[in-house]
Every structure is written in structure tokens, then in C-alpha cells.
């Protein structure tokens, strides 16, 4: 069948071209046999692969490399990809990459995968080419903008662009706060919170980490400094590839029990809760009053983000993670395929599905690291409740003095 597609693909003279392979499986060396006793050889630049790259340095003579390297091509003229190891998910990811011309050798009938929305959108561009991002999808809890918002203004860090994203509407009151602090701002007239979201990350294309931010968490101090220390800790030492690093979070159906140890508070959830598993089956999500449990166990915010930063290392996480406060790297935004667009939705809770999926089904871990903590309000059936007590308890919210 792969002899068959590449006779096929020389008839049509498509391999003309320089060939780039991707992917290392039991018929690779049968590829590279037949290009180069076809006179194809030559035209090899080299096999790309996700995770070979790291046990191979070539392959039959031939460099392998990582999928970093599709990036830098001139894929529109110059280069065709042959697909040897193929699924969907490889599809998906060249497809991220802007491969126009790729072949799977199984089926050269393959069409795309990626669906796209092609809404239109508004950005006001004021980046600076920085090496993090992080945007903040923001424009539908204000009441929480005097605390949530005002943090990341507070603490904000010099080597992070930032980017206020409204998904479905125009709010000038983002607008004017991007405005104030030189960060850029985006909104879609059509909530589709996946387009919008690959779209943030297009728009700043020297950003090689990032953060999606929700606009009902809350940030501490040297928050954005930890996370960039740890995440290149762990792709330097770390015994797992990263999928995404997280910070603590109390609200948070994973993330609750980290925080319940560090904090020596889990005996006292239990006995009024029951067991602390983490799992979307457990009282942190299922029960409204857990939200207030969490949140009055703090002096303040401020004064338990302090105390975390104490605390060193992270933690592997095993379990569906809500990703309201997440950052990972543009080649893991790639290696999915981007946030999974889908015309006539809103991309709702499809994203955080999605990724969780593609960390199982690629060997790729959440990581947490437990210096760092975030605050989340409430799950949505908890948010009338914790509204009010959010403004009942401002104390609790308000940010502590920068000079401290």
C-alpha cells in the first residue's frame, strides 16, 4: 500500500520537491529504501517526529528532528511531508503547523481535519514580541474585575505580553484598562470561545509560552515569575513531558486535595464533606457549600499565596483538570492541533475536554506546581452564593500593599 502511494505521488511529479518524513514506525526504512532507489534520496531533508527526536538522532543517515522544525520551512513551495506513523492527531498538528501539501501514505485520499470558524474579530495590537503571553478571557463576571483583573495589573511581570479576549462582545471597560497598562485587546462579535483563543496566540507569533487565563481567577504576588521558573524546571528535569502546568487551586475538581494537604485542612473537609478524591465526582464540585469552606480558610488571599511560595517542587497530576488557569507552550498548542474550533458552537467547555484527551492519548502530564497558588471564585451552580460573599468579605479579596 505505501509502495503503491509513492509510485502514485511520482507519477504525479510531487516529489520533486525537498521531502521532509514524519514519524518512525516499522515502515520507515521501507520509504527511505524505495525514495532513494527511485532517485528520490536526495530530496530527503530530514524525519520529523514528537517524541523520537528524543532517543534518535538519525535515522538510516537521515537527521531527526522535532516537529519544531516544520515551522521553519516554506511549506507553501518548497516542501512535501510524507506521513508514515499516521492518525488524526497527526493530521491535526500539521495541519496547526500550515502544511498545504502533506500525504498520509495509508490513504492519500485524506482530507483536513481542522474545522474553522472564520469569524470576524477586532484586535487592538499593542504586543511586544515578548517571549510569554498571557491572555485573559474576560467580559462577563465585571463584578470581580476590581479584584481579578486588578491582580494581574498589579503583578504583572516585564517579560509578559498581555491580552484582555472578549468572546461574543465589545466591553469598553476592557478596552480602556488594556489601554491603561499597554496591553492588547480582542473581542469577536460571535462567542466562539475556541476561535478566539487560537486567534490570541496567532496574533502574538514570538510568544513560545502562554497562559489562558479565566477572568474568576485570582493571582498573587511573583505569581507569572514562579510558573516560568517551574515550567522550565520541569522540561529541563522533569521525568514526564509537560502537557500544561497549573498552579494550586483550591476550586478546582483536581487541584482541591494539593491544596487541602499543603495547607493541613483536608481532615477538617472530610469530616464535613466526606473523602477528598480528586474527581469530578467529589463534594468540591457536587456540593455548593464547599466553595465558602475553601475560601474561608484564608485570612486573606494574599497572606495564603504568600505562604505557598515557601513551598518548592510539583506535583503529577492523574485526573480531568478544569483549566481555568493553565500555561503551556506554543509547540504543545501545535502538537493538538490548536483549541478545537466548530462552527455553529461556542467552543464552551470543549476545550478543556479536548486537551485533557490529547495529554492521555500522547503520554503528556499535568504538573502543578505547589509554590504557586490561584484563586478561583465558584463553579457555576456556587456563584450566586459566593457573590455574595465575595462582596460581604472584602477584606479577603483585597490586594495587599505592593511595598510589603
Not at 532517543?55 to 522535532?66: A, H, K, L, N, S
Not at 483536513?112 to 472564520?118: S, V
Not at 462577563?140 to 509578559?160: K, M, N
Not at 499597554?182 to 483563543?197: D, R
Request: hydrophobic share 35%; charged share 25%; glycine share 8%.
Amino acid at each position: 500500500m505505501i509502495t503503491d502511494s509513492l509510485s502514485r505521488l511520482a507519477e504525479e511529479n510531487k516529489l520533486n520537491k525537498s521531502i521532509v518524513l514524519w514519524g518512525i514506525g516499522s515502515q520507515t526504512g521501507e520509504v527511505i529504501a524505495w525514495l532513494r532507489s527511485n532517485g528520490y534520496g536526495n530530496n530527503i531533508l530530514f524525519i520529523a517526529d514528537n517524541f523520537k527526536c528524543t532517543f534518535y538522532r538519525e535515522y538510516e543517515g537521515i537527521p531527526v528532528v522535532g516537529p519544531y522544525r516544520i515551522r521553519e520551512l516554506d511549506k507553501a513551495s518548497t516542501e512535501v511531508i510524507l506521513s508514515i506513523n499516521y492518525s488524526d492527531s497527526v493530521r491535526r498538528q500539521l495541519e496547526a503547523y500550515g502544511v498545504t501539501e502533506s500525504y498520509n501514505l495509508r490513504n492519500l485520499s485524506e482530507g483536513n481535519l481542522l474545522e474553522r470558524c472564520d469569524l470576524p474579530y477586532h484586535f487592538t495590537d499593542r504586543s511586544k514580541g515578548k517571549k510569554y503571553l498571557c491572555y485573559v478571557l474576560a467580559g462577563y463576571e465585571p463584578a470581580l474585575w476590581d479584584s481579578t483583573l486588578t491582580r494581574i495589573e498589579a503583578y504583572q511581570d516585564s517579560r509578559v505580553d498581555y491580552c484582555l479576549v472578549s468572546s461574543g462582545k465589545y466591553v469598553p471597560a476592557l478596552d480602556e484598562m488594556a489601554e491603561k497598562n499597554g496591553w492588547s485587546y480582542l473581542h469577536t462579535e460571535q462567542n466562539q470561545v475556541c476561535f478566539i483563543q487560537n486567534l490570541a496566540v496567532e496574533l502574538h507569533p514570538e510568544a513560545e509560552y502562554i497562559w489562558k487565563l479565566d477572568e474568576d481567577i485570582f493571582i498573587g504576588k511573583d505569581f507569572f515569575g514562579r510558573m516560568i521558573q517551574e515550567y522550565h524546571r520541569i522540561e529541563q528535569c522533569g521525568e514526564y513531558r509537560i502537557g500544561f502546568l497549573a498552579p494550586v487551586i483550591p476550586l478546582n475538581c483536581c487541584g482541591y486535595v494539593s491544596y487541602l494537604n499543603l495547607c493541613g485542612k483536608r481532615e477538617e473537609y472530610e469530616k464535613r464533606f466526606g473523602r477528598a478524591y480528586r474527581s469530578r465526582f467529589s463534594a468540591v464540585f457536587n456540593v455548593v457549600e464547599t466553595a465558602e469552606f475553601f475560601w474561608d480558610t484564608m485570612d486573606t488571599f494574599d497572606d495564603m499565596a504568600q505562604r505557598f511560595l515557601r513551598n518548592e517542587g510539583s506535583l503529577i497530576l492523574d485526573c480531568y483538570y478544569n483549566i481555568g488557569c493553565i500555561m503551556f507552550s506554543r509547540e504543545r498548542w501545535l502538537m493538538m492541533g490548536k483549541w478545537p474550533e466548530k462552527p455553529g458552537e461556542s467552543g464552551m467547555g470543549r476545550d478543556e475536554a479536548f486537551i485533557y484527551q490529547d495529554n492521555v492519548e500522547k503520554d503528556l502530564s499535568i504538573y502543578e506546581a505547589q509554590g504557586v497558588l490561584a484563586g478561583h471564585l465558584a463553579f457555576g451552580h456556587q456563584k450566586e452564593r459566593m457573590l455574595a460573599y465575595y462582596h460581604s468579605h472584602p477584606e479577603k479579596f483585597r490586594i495587599a500593599s505592593l511595598n510589603e
